[in-house]
């Protein structure tokens, strides 16, 4: 296991060096640059910003200079921000997209578990015809039209909640809910399928036969071995997460690092884009690593050498 995340944490690494770089080469292929939007700049105070902010190297150093800032744990400066530090402005809004990013996900968890099972243990019933509509059209449908659907009910129709903002937790309910639905019907169906299948195993038959209370086959028996396909899509999900709070912060007015990203990439900031794309690509990468490390403590047939 030791083995197997030290390979995994060396490819992390790789992959954030791939993803810089490619990502480094894309903002520097794009005609024109961070100061086109102000028209009123005169060629001699571009040159000298391109200077002051070493724009005017050549490629490979610039790129060289910003690896050397990574190992020493800073990101730049930003251009549209009076010179704030990067890491500063990425830590600033990561206490928002973690709080928004990990309600959802529990949110999807704590809605598509109960549901998916409900589903399966009572198969061919009114709750489950209603569990399968409800997911299928919760997978149908992008989290941003979501969001604008209840924007228009909740917040411009009943005035029940804010239409957006951070700082109280009525803020917070629709973005959430918004964000968490796809992945909640998706961990439904698969939560479903899975433990129709278990039911049918000899194993769950045996247990039964055995004379177990139908709550310790459950638990034991069913529900255990249901939630490993849900591990394996747990990653996938939390990632459909990180890359849905891009779209959702800018609805909802989030301060959150989706919406700083969104921001730079309008303004040509590179040192807000090249921070918001690392930090979401290692999220993803270190998500990825820990559901991969829980399929082995939750199956235990399954072990990394």
Excluded: C
């Amino acid at each position: 296991m030791n083995k197997f995340i030290i390979r995994r944490i060396f490819w992390l690494i790789v992959v954030l060096l791939v993803v810089s770089f490619i990502t480094f080469s894309l903002m520097h292929l794009v005609p024109g640059g961070p100061w086109d939007r102000d028209k009123t700049l005169a060629p001699q105070v571009v040159e000298a910003l391109n200077k002051k902010y070493g724009l005017d190297k050549p490629f490979f150093i610039q790129f060289g200079d910003f690896l050397w800032g990574i190992v020493h744990g800073d990101l730049g400066v930003s251009y549209t921000r009076q010179d704030r530090n990067v890491t500063d402005i990425l830590l600033q809004g990561l206490p928002k997209t973690a709080t928004l990013g990990v309600t959802a996900f529990m949110l999807a968890i704590l809605i598509g578990i109960p549901f998916g099972m409900a589903s399966a243990l009572k198969q061919n019933s009114p709750v489950d015809y209603l569990s399968v509509i409800f997911s299928t059209i919760f997978a149908s449908i992008p989290g941003f039209v979501l969001g604008i659907l209840l924007i228009i009910v909740f917040s411009v129709q009943l005035h029940w909640l804010p239409t957006g903002g951070w700082g109280s937790l009525r803020q917070i309910i629709m973005p959430s809910f918004a964000l968490a639905a796809l992945p909640a019907a998706f961990i439904a169906r698969i939560t479903r399928a899975s433990t129709l299948d278990v039911m049918r195993q000899d194993y769950v038959r045996t247990a039964y036969a055995k004379g177990l209370r139908e709550r310790i086959v459950l638990v034991r028996h069913i529900l255990r071995n249901a939630l490993i396909p849900v591990v394996t899509i747990a990653g996938p999900a939390l990632a459909s997460l990180i890359a849905g709070s891009f779209i959702i912060e800018n609805l909802f007015s989030i301060p959150g690092i989706g919406r700083l990203f969104v921001n730079g990439v309008f303004a040509r900031d590179y040192g807000l884009i090249m921070g918001g794309i690392l930090f979401y690509a290692f999220a993803v990468a270190l998500v990825n690593l820990i559901v991969d490390v829980l399929y082995a403590v939750i199956d235990p047939r399954i072990r990394y050498d």
